[in-house]
C-alpha cells in the first residue's frame, strides 16, 4: 500500500478531502504540494502530472497504476481494492 | 480583512447575480481562507484549487470568481472549487457531482 502519491494544492478543499478519505482509509501515500514548489521542481512536478492527467487538476491521485482525477470516493475504494 | 469580513463582503455581491455560498460551510469557510491566503502569497485571490502562475495577468482567468464559473454553475450547479453553488444545489435539487476542469492546461505555464 505504500506505492500512492497525491498531487495535491496546500489551498484546495478537494485535495484536502481525498487526504482525508485516505487517512481514514488507512492508506500511507506520499503527498506533494505542487503550490509549494518552485522553478526546475515545480515545472518537472507539472510535466508528469500532465503525463497522468492532461488537465493538470488537483488532487491527481496515482495508486500503483491506476489515476483518479479529483475527489472521487468510489474509485479511491476501487484504485485501493485493485492493489 | 479576515474571513468573516469576506464572507459578508462576497455574500452581498454575488447573490444578487444568482451565485450562492456552498451551504456546507465545512467547504466554504476553509475555501475562503484559501483566498485570502492567495491574496496574500499574490497579491491576487486565485482560485484555491488551481495551481496559479503567480502571475496577475496569467492567472486573471483563476481569479476568483474565475471566468469557468458561468458555464460550470450552469452545467453542474457548482464552480470547480464547490465555492459558488446554484440555488438548486442548496437545495438539493440537483446531483452533487465532481466539476471537471474546464481550464485548459496550457495555462499553466512551466
Do not use: W
Not at chain 1, 503527498?31 to 492527467?53: A, M, P
Not at chain 1, 482525477?69 to 492493489?83: M, N, P, S, T, W
Not at chain 2, 482560485?47 to 450552469?74: H, M, Q, S, W
Amino acid at each position: 500500500m505504500n506505492d500512492i502519491k497525491v498531487y495535491a494544492l496546500s489551498t484546495c478543499i478537494h485535495c484536502r478531502n481525498a487526504k482525508k478519505y485516505l487517512d481514514e482509509c488507512g492508506v500511507k501515500y506520499d503527498c506533494v504540494h505542487v503550490d509549494q514548489l518552485s522553478g526546475d521542481e515545480r515545472n518537472d512536478v507539472v510535466r508528469k502530472i500532465k503525463e497522468y492527467n492532461p488537465a493538470v487538476s488537483f488532487p491527481t491521485i496515482v495508486i500503483k497504476d491506476k489515476v483518479v482525477v479529483g475527489y472521487h470516493k468510489d474509485q479511491i475504494d476501487e484504485a485501493l481494492k485493485g492493489e | 480583512m479576515d474571513v468573516k469580513q469576506l464572507f459578508n463582503m462576497l455574500k452581498k455581491a454575488q447573490e444578487p447575480k444568482g451565485y450562492y455560498f456552498n451551504n456546507d460551510m465545512d467547504m466554504t469557510m476553509p475555501l475562503l481562507e484559501s483566498l485570502l491566503i492567495n491574496k496574500e502569497r499574490f497579491g491576487y485571490m486565485a482560485c484555491p484549487c488551481r495551481l496559479a502562475n503567480g502571475d496577475f495577468d496569467a492567472d486573471k482567468d483563476i481569479i476568483c470568481p474565475c471566468t469557468y464559473r458561468e458555464d460550470d454553475v450552469k452545467k453542474y450547479g457548482a464552480c470547480f472549487c464547490a465555492l459558488y453553488v446554484s440555488k438548486d444545489f442548496n437545495e438539493g435539487k440537483i446531483e452533487k457531482t465532481v466539476v471537471p476542469e474546464s481550464r485548459p492546461p496550457e495555462k499553466i505555464l512551466f
